[in-house]
């Protein structure tokens, strides 16, 4: 009795499969021209990949301008912040050969508790110099030259920064990568230091929450009016005091009854009463009538 089992064929053996988690952060590292973008086209969406270049040109219309990076990278990181506040994948697709640059998203995978991940493009000098003369836009050999240094100081510190996945691609196994992406929602933290990502801004508090928390049906007191405050009520209603300026006016008395004689405050008279049935509630409460002879 044969063995029906089949050998797996040579290309199912290079095959290389990477698990992926939404959200998450993913870098492309590697010099110009090392196949990064063409990679991130052919296992991303559109919307999940987000470029240096071309935020470049929405900065500045022209996304090899190289005086406008900083400009072109805050749009970057801002976008990545607002994905990550959605739950979305975010594919950073930049050189990112700086420790500095890489420490910036790790900082902000921290924040949102989610992975970061770096995919490592190791082409040969060679074949980046290459594809580089076939483009449209070209960067120049020397660049690619630094750029390739600089990538070769990055392989050998990566691994220590605290990256979830290091994941290095060589050139012939760019086209047999198979990219899996499991989705698994982050909550998000209640207070996120630093910038708050557009969609989790609070709401500005209205002028009633402002002043007393209560509802919006309820009314404020409104002050009493300066030209015509309000009379006093009750048999121990005390005078108000008025405007030092203001001369002091004897209370009109009731015919009949005798006046408790008023002491005005020495630095400021009283204010009169407006009506004589007004004034005769000012009169002191022990004060009798005394019938007329």
């Known amino acids: 009795m044969t063995n029906m089992a089949q050998e797996p064929t040579a290309n199912q053996s290079q095959e290389k499969r990477v698990r992926l988690v939404r959200p998450s952060i993913i870098l492309l590292c590697g010099p110009a021209a090392c196949g990064k973008s063409t990679f991130a086209r052919?296992?991303?969406?559109?919307?999940?990949?987000?470029?240096?270049?071309?935020?470049?040109?929405?900065?500045?219309?022209?996304?090899?301008?190289?005086?406008?990076?900083?400009?072109?990278?805050?749009?970057?990181?801002?976008?990545?912040?607002?994905?990550?506040?959605?739950?979305?994948?975010?594919?950073?697709?930049?050189?990112?050969?700086?420790?500095?640059?890489?420490?910036?998203?790790?900082?902000?995978?921290k924040r949102f508790q989610v992975p970061c991940v770096v995919?490592?493009?190791?082409?040969?000098?060679?074949?980046c110099i290459e594809r580089d003369l076939s483009r449209e836009r070209t960067v120049g050999r020397a660049v690619i030259e630094r750029q390739y240094l600089a990538f070769g100081q990055t392989k050998a510190d990566?691994?220590?920064?605290?990256?979830?996945?290091v994941i290095e691609l060589g050139d012939e196994e760019l086209d047999k990568v198979q990219?899996?992406?499991?989705?698994?929602?982050?909550?998000?933290?209640?207070?996120?230091?630093?910038?708050?990502?557009?969609?989790?801004?609070?709401?500005?508090?209205?002028?009633?929450q402002q002043r007393t928390g209560r509802g919006p049906n309820v009314r404020e007191a409104r002050p009493a009016s300066p030209t015509s405050p309000p009379a006093p009520s009750g048999p121990h209603a005390k005078a108000e005091v008025g405007p030092a300026s203001s001369p002091v006016k004897?209370?009109?008395?009731t015919p009949g009854r005798s006046q408790a004689p008023a002491?005005?405050?020495?630095?400021?008279?009283?204010e009169p009463a407006s009506s004589p049935s007004q004034g005769a509630n000012q009169a002191a409460p022990s004060a009798k009538t005394t019938p007329q002879t």
């Open 42 to 109: 052919r296992h991303f969406r559109p919307t999940q990949i987000i470029s240096s270049d071309w935020a470049r040109a929405w900065v500045c219309d022209d996304e090899r301008d190289q005086r406008f990076q900083a400009q072109a990278f805050a749009l970057v990181h801002y976008l990545t912040e607002l994905r990550l506040g959605l739950n979305r994948l975010c594919v950073v697709d930049s050189t990112a050969l700086t420790p500095l640059h890489r420490r910036e998203y790790l900082e902000l995978a």
């Open 119 to 127: 995919f490592l493009f190791d082409a040969s000098l060679e074949k």
């Open 158 to 165: 990566i691994r220590k920064e605290g990256f979830d996945q």
């Open 179 to 208: 990219i899996e992406i499991v989705f698994r929602p982050i909550p998000q933290p209640s207070e996120p230091p630093g910038r708050r990502p557009q969609g989790e801004t609070r709401p500005a508090l209205r002028p009633w």
């Open 250 to 253: 004897p209370a009109a008395v």
């Open 263 to 270: 002491v005005a405050a020495p630095s400021a008279p009283v």
